[in-house]
Every structure is written in structure tokens, then in C-alpha cells.
């Protein structure tokens, strides 16, 4: 994979074919998540991948935007300890998922995140301890339209660089 390419061409994927992932695959991209870094490589995260569609269907109904995790063949909870005791938590949790992404993405497998709100609710759901906390659920699966994974940027997607991007100061 060119790394460059990913970045420019990785769509959210929002609607999964019926088809469940392989083993391998599901090692692959729970281990990309493993591999990312961390602040002071505290690697202050733990994963629940998530096949059973009962079980994401129900935690799709803990966010506004999760409803894609009902149509998953993978789902992954991170957890984090409480993302309110230090901001790098959260960062970490990020790259994770990130890193998680882009190895699917070589994989041939879309995904997306979901901000999940509904903090107890997803506790009953997964039933992990009270020390840990879940915000972001990915969801992973082929693409119902199997042309996003190589579909070019959108005109305007993105913002350009030179609004953005100020050099030395502001």
C-alpha cells in the first residue's frame, strides 16, 4: 500500500455487504490498532470486536450517527480509561483508529467511526468494567458499492491547504 494514496483516496463507508470478514482480516486490522501509537506508549486503550449483528444493532442506538454499526460485520469499541483526566487519552484513541482504517482500507474493507453518547447503555451492551469508557465505536465491512474504496476526492471535499495551514505564526 502507498501510504500517500490511502490518505488521498480512504472514503467513509457507511453500507456493508452481507458477507462476514475473515479471521485474518479481523487480526489484521485489530492489530494495526495494537501497533499505533501512544503517549508515552501507555497504549491506554482495549478493543471489543464486535460480529454478533444483535449486538451491534443494538449499540447503533447509542449514538445519533452509529446507526451503520447494525449493517457492520465488524465493529470495534475503544475503550479508553476516562477521557476526561488527561486530552492524550482521546488523541490515542484516535490514532488507533485511524491506523485501524488504513489497514483495512488495504484490506479492501470500508469503514467509518460513530460517536457513541450513550455512555451506560453501551456499558450494559458490551458489559465491560466501570474504570473503562467507550466514545468511539469503528464499523468495518465490504463496501455495498464497491467502487468507494477507489474513488476519487470529491471536487471541494476538503478544504484547501492554504486556508488552513499558516506558516511560523498565525
Known sequence: MNVADAIQLKRAVRKFQDKPLPEDVVHAILNAGRRSQSSKNTQAWQFIAIRDKAV????STCGEWAGHLAGAALGV??????????????????????FMQLAAWELGVGSVPASLYEFEKSRE????PAEWHLRIALSFGYPLEETKLSAPPKKGGRVALEDIAHWERW
Open 56 to 59: 451491534l444493532k443494538e449499540l
Open 77 to 98: 469499541a475503544i475503550l479508553t480509561p476516562d477521557p476526561t483526566e488527561k486530552f492524550q487519552i482521546m488523541f490515542d484513541a484516535g490514532q488507533a483508529a485511524a
Open 125 to 128: 451492551i458490551l458489559g465491560f
